[in-house]
Each structure stands twice: as C-alpha cells, then as structure tokens.
C-alpha cells in the first residue's frame, strides 16, 4: 500500500469527550483485543516494526469467510504485484493497526465485533433427547445468535450463518421445560453437548415389540398430529403433549421399516405402557387353488393382504414343489406350468424363479425331472435329470443376486444330493459303461470351487442323521462322516434310514430346525449350534415339512391332517402361540436327492 489510511470504520468515531459505547450485544468486559492474554497491554502502531518473512503460499481463509473479510485482506490485489510475502505481512499489518487503532481511540472493540462487522459467521450443531427415554426429540426449536432450526428425526439441529461470540443457546418443545443456556461461539463449528428436556405435560407411554416374537422393536417411529418421537432399545416411547393439548385419548400411527404399519389409540392414565404389536413386512408365500389354478400368492404372516404373485396357467399338476430363499425375496417353483415336451412326447418340469416382492419371475430350466436341494445364501441349488445322454444327471447352483449359473457335478446317476453348512455333498453311483467312474462320496463349494473327496469308497447311499453327521452305506460297511472334521469311522447300522432336513438361521448364528414325527405327533425342533442342545418349541398332528425361517425368531410350518392342510407362523420365543396364515396347496420343499 502506498500509505497506511484510518482504517476505524466511520460509524465507531465517536466526538471529541463523548463516552465509549459498547458494541451491539456485548457486554463491557468482553471487549478485549483478540489474540491478547489477560495482562498484556494493547498493541500501538507506533510500537510495529515489520519484518518481512520468507512466507511460500499466502495465507488461507477459511472456505465460510464471506465476501466483505475477503475484500479486506485483498484489498490491495488490483495494484501493481508486490513480492508475495511483502503482501501478506501488508495486510497482517492492516488488521493489527485496525484493532490497535481502535484500542488507542478507546473504542469498545473485541475480537467478534471486528470478525462480525467484516461478516464472518460460524455454525453450531445440537442433539435433543428425552431425559427419560434417552431418545431424539424431533421438531424441537432451537436458536442461539438470531438464528433458529428445528431438530430432525436424530433429533439433531444445525445452525448455519450464526455470529461469533458470547449468545444464548434456547430449545423448546411443547410438553417440555424450556432449556435456556449461556454459550460463546467460535470460528468454525460449534457442536454442543446432547440437550436433555425435561417432560413437563401429559405423557402417553407406549412399548412397540414384534408380534410374533414379543420382542421389543427399537427405532420404530411414533406420531400423533402435533409431536413424532422414536421407540428406545427396549422398545419404550414416551409422547408428550402440553397439558392444555392432551385429551383423554391419542391416535397415533406406528412405523418401521421392517414392518407393517399400524394404528393405535393411547391413553394416559395408564399405569403401564401401552403394548402395540407389529406384524413383520417379511411375507408368507404359498400355493393356493382359490381361483381353481395353482397360484402363487404373498401375503402377511397373519394373512393379511394376499396377492398373487404368480398365476396359475391350468397345466400344472399337483407335484408343486415350492421353497423360498432364506432373505424372503425369491420364491422357487417346480411345475408343469409351461405345458413344455420332451422328444418322447413326456411332460417337461418348469424351474421358475420368483420375486416376491415385485412379482417378476424367470424361468432356469426346463427337465424331465427337477429335485430342489437347497438354499445357499443367493445361490439356489437343484438337481436336474434329462431322458438321454451319458450324464443325464446333472447338480446345478444358480445365483439370482448377479444372474450366474454353475454346473457342481454331473453323472450317469447320483445315489445321494444333499446340502449342509454351506457345502454341497453327492454320491456319484457306479457305470457299467464307464470304468473310469469313481463312486464316491464328494463335497463342492455352492460357487463351484474345492470338489473333493471324502470317502474314497463305493457308496450305495447317504443320510444326514444329526447336525454334524452323515451315516453312509457302502457294500462293506457303514461310516459316520463328522461334516466339521470330514472325519470317518466304521459304526453299526443307523436306527432310522431317513435323513434330516435343517434348515440355517438367516443370521448365520447356526441355529437350525428340523421336524420328526413321533407317536403320531409332528415335533419342530431348534438345534443350537452354540451348546448342541435340541430344543422341541412345537407339538402338533400334523406337523410337517416344509419348514422355514420367517425372520431371526419366528418361523413357518405346515400342518396336513384330514381337516385341514395350512401354513402356521410361530415365534421362537418361549411361551409365543401359533397363528394360522391361510389354507394351501401341499407343495413338496427340499429334496435329499434319493
């Protein structure tokens, strides 16, 4: 600069013998120099000796410095370049002589008055919660430096555009003390502590739990016309209203995303909580012939609102076979819904790939028989026979999550599919035709990786007879395969030549079911993979496959007696009862592959 001007902005001179004013906002004592500790003396002008520094890149202001604070320490950028470090230490100069000369003067100056007047300005953050519930107040006011927001569904309030300094932090909410606190705001963010209020109105206590399982449901979102808040961890919410807005009954809807929105009326006179159950958004699927076809339908695991999700076209026949993916999306169907031929003139089975949740379908394959085997996280496993060719028989993994297929083996003749803990196992069976054949009990990765061998023996036959066991038949002996060792040892026959059929918690947690039938009995089972221990949860005539996982803790069973063939939703939880969904089409689940 060519010569150093009064930099005190015209509006703070002040006459000749009138007193000091202090600035807008600000108490006397707050008027301090920045950067100036408690006993140091202000800065003169005449006392700046400049020394210029070798400085590399000018100094950066921070990105929210408003146009004004930009001008004033660019203010001398039109005129001629001067070396960069010269100019630097110009405008550093600038502003110390702006505050020196206003202390000089006696003007009441802090170090927010000046960063105010130039227009800098700051923000701050806020979270509101309930004092009881620990849970985000939503639509709370909250202001501080003239600036105002609302909380939002986290409870969390942001302030933009506030002046720096000493100010008053206010939040309100009907139903609620008012919180009124002292605050200095500084450059930059401002995020203050979580802010609790305390309910000061009438309050309607309420539990949203799962209601199948009886469990709590947390951040299920409650609103009434004039408040919204959110259920805690143990499922607890507490609406307050003001005392001249609370009335002897409150209407309120219950949301979730994973669940069924429900309406409930509330009272505050309760002693308790107001329990509102939630059905789960997951669906129950089946096969049903209310139309006279074989349709596919989805529906609420109480029977709430069935659609079909896939019609019937009139040629199927009664062999339906059905099995859903454990996640609920993808519903897979064997029939004879194509009306499709081989060259022999036999009816061909359609493999039809369902989305539940769209009703969009595909089909995989067309065969002259098609056994289901399991599902694999995304990948569907099946089994597949055709009338002719060498290897008629074919183990194949189709994953719907990328559209991709793998064939995992394929022979003449298979004595035995099955699937456990992730892995696929088969038992090739012997050819008359081909010496090169080795009949052998096999597992292969759902992807098609790591085939191996498990027991390099002629096996006529295989059963899953525990969770951790295979019993398999050769023409010497019988073996017990131990699935997590791939350990065999000779035992004696097995006492029942069936094979259980588990079915894995979607959690991956390990925990499994299984049905038997005992004295006439159908008994559902869990299996613990953490202890080991079988636990019986349902005993019922007619209790039967197919079984699945509805969510982490209810599941779906069938029943078949001569009354009745139904599917029945049950939580896992003790003490829970069974609830009827609909009346089906028996359809076959899973096939062991014998």
Request: aromatic share 8%; net charge negative; hydrophobic share 35%.
């Amino acid at each position: 600069m060519h010569g150093m001007a009064d930099t005190t902005p015209p509006d703070s001179k002040q006459p000749a013998g009138s007193p000091v004013q202090p600035a807008e906002g600000l108490r006397p004592e707050e008027n301090l120099l920045p950067f100036d500790g408690p006993d140091t003396p202000p800065l003169q002008p005449a006392l700046i000796t400049p020394q210029l520094p070798v400085v590399a890149e000018p100094e950066k202001l921070p990105p929210e410095t408003d146009s004004k604070t930009q001008a004033f320490f660019q203010q001398d950028d039109h005129k001629q370049p001067e070396p960069r470090a010269k100019r630097r230490w110009l405008r550093l100069v600038g502003l110390l002589l702006l505050l020196s000369a206003g202390a000089a003067s006696g003007l009441p100056v802090s170090r927010y008055f000046i960063l105010n007047h130039a227009g800098v300005r700051s923000s701050a953050s806020v979270i509101v919660v309930d004092e009881i519930t620990q849970q985000p107040v939503q639509h709370a006011a909250v202001s501080v430096g003239g600036v105002t927001a609302q909380s939002g569904i986290d409870g969390r309030a942001e302030l933009r555009n506030v002046p720096l300094g000493p100010s008053t932090l206010i939040i309100s909410e009907p139903g609620f003390s008012t919180i009124r606190r002292s605050v200095v705001l500084g450059w930059g963010s401002n995020p203050f502590d979580r802010i609790k209020l305390t309910a000061v109105g009438v309050q309607y206590s309420v539990r949203v739990v799962d209601a199948l399982s009886g469990r709590p449901i947390p951040n299920a979102q409650l609103e009434s016309e004039t408040m919204a808040v959110r259920s805690n961890d143990k499922g607890f919410a507490m609406l307050t209203l003001p005392n001249d807005q609370a009335t002897g009954s409150l209407p309120i809807t219950v949301a979730h995303d994973d669940y069924r929105t429900a309406q409930a009326t509330v009272h505050p006179a309760a002693k308790s909580a107001i329990e509102v159950p939630l059905m789960t958004s997951r669906k129950a699927v089946y096969i049903s012939k209310q139309s006279g076809r074989y349709d596919l339908y989805a529906s609420d695991a109480d029977g709430q609102n069935p659609q079909v999700v896939l019609p019937g076209t009139g040629t199927e026949g009664s062999d339906i076979s059905l099995v859903v993916s454990p996640d609920g999306t993808q519903a897979a169907v064997v029939s004879t819904r194509d009306k499709q031929y081989d060259a022999d003139g036999y009816l061909l089975s359609t493999l039809t790939l369902v989305n539940v949740t769209n009703g969009t379908s595909i089909v995989l394959t067309h065969a002259d028989q098609i056994q289901l085997i399991d599902w694999i996280g995304t990948r569907l496993i099946f089994q597949q026979a055709t009338a002719s060719g060498t290897k008629r028989h074919t183990i194949n993994s189709y994953d719907y999550a990328n559209n991709s297929r793998y064939q995992l083996a394929a022979a003449a003749k298979f004595n035995g599919v099955l699937s456990a803990r992730g892995y696929v196992y088969y038992v090739v069976a012997p050819s008359a035709d081909d010496a090169s054949v080795k009949p052998y009990f096999y597992r292969i990765n759902p992807d098609g990786s790591d085939n191996e061998s498990l027991l390099e023996k002629e096996v006529w036959s295989v059963y899953r007879t525990g969770y951790d066991t295979f019993s398999l038949q050769t023409n010497d002996a019988w073996y017990a395969h131990a699935i997590s060792t791939k350990i065999n040892k000779v035992i004696a026959a097995p006492a029942s030549l069936v094979s259980r059929l588990y079915r894995e918690q979607p959690n991956g947690s390990g925990n499994s079911l299984w049905t038997e039938t005992q004295n006439g009995q159908g008994i559902l089972r869990i299996h613990t993979k953490a202890d080991n221990k079988e636990t019986a949860i349902q005993i019922q005539t007619g209790l039967s496959t197919p079984v699945r996982w509805l969510t982490d803790d209810s599941v779906i069973y069938r029943v078949v007696t001569g009354n009745e063939t139904a599917d029945y939703v049950l939580g896992t939880t003790a003490g829970r009862r069974a609830h009827k969904i609909a009346d089906v089409v028996n359809t076959y689940g899973f096939s062991t592959g014998q």
